[in-house]
């Protein structure tokens, strides 16, 4: 309602299908498989491409960028908390890797995403939404939280994943905070 009367279809359209997956994929499957967090990152990155198509009604590749770094930012970021909280969301039968993978698949996983992430991080730059201050913030924030990604999968540990969950929760706000300072 609110979106498509007063912003546009195409926001309204990305809400509801943010709503959409959330409650009927990412809700339901966290009961039943480890991939509840990778589709429960569709969902999650699904707002910034709703702020772009409300500003911009299109779905250009800025969006999809956007998308990139906010789903591959939650990777590392929940299975941080996954691998510290495990046995509270086994209680819960949550089913998060962690739970059920007893061997190094959330490591894995925890280094495949923060690689991923800081190459999708540099994007901005070379699509020519963001300048060079931006480019070397994204650069070392990524490379960083890449560091503590692999020291967590070199020797998994409480103190290890908590580092991985801090340098997640820097990551994000510096990233987007250089994306808007820095933006072309």
């Not at 309602?1 to 546009?8: Q, T």
């Not at 996954?82 to 698949?105: E, F, K, Q, S, W």
Request: charged share 10%; net charge positive; proline share 5%.
């Amino acid at each position: 309602g609110y979106l498509a009367a007063f912003v546009n279809g195409l926001a309204a359209l990305v809400t509801a299908a943010t709503v959409i997956l959330y409650l009927f994929a990412y809700t339901p499957l966290k009961l039943r498989t480890a991939l509840c967090t990778v589709v429960g990152a569709v969902p999650g990155a699904l707002p910034p491409v709703t702020g772009w198509v409300a500003a911009r009604e299109d779905f250009s590749v800025g969006a999809w960028v956007l998308f990139g770094i906010l789903f591959l930012w939650q990777l590392p970021h929940t299975l941080a908390i996954a691998r510290l909280y495990r046995d509270d969301y086994a209680r819960a039968g949550v089913r998060v890797l962690p739970v059920v993978d007893v061997g190094c698949a959330t490591e894995r996983q925890i280094v495949s995403a923060c690689f991923g992430l800081l190459a999708v991080s540099l994007l901005p730059t070379l699509i020519g939404l963001a300048g060079s201050i931006y480019f070397i913030g994204a650069l070392v924030a990524g490379g960083g939280l890449t560091v503590f990604g692999a020291l967590q999968a070199r020797e998994p540990s409480t103190t290890s994943a908590r580092r991985v969950l801090f340098a997640s929760l820097f990551y994000l706000p510096a990233v987007l905070a250089l994306l808007a300072l820095d933006k072309r």
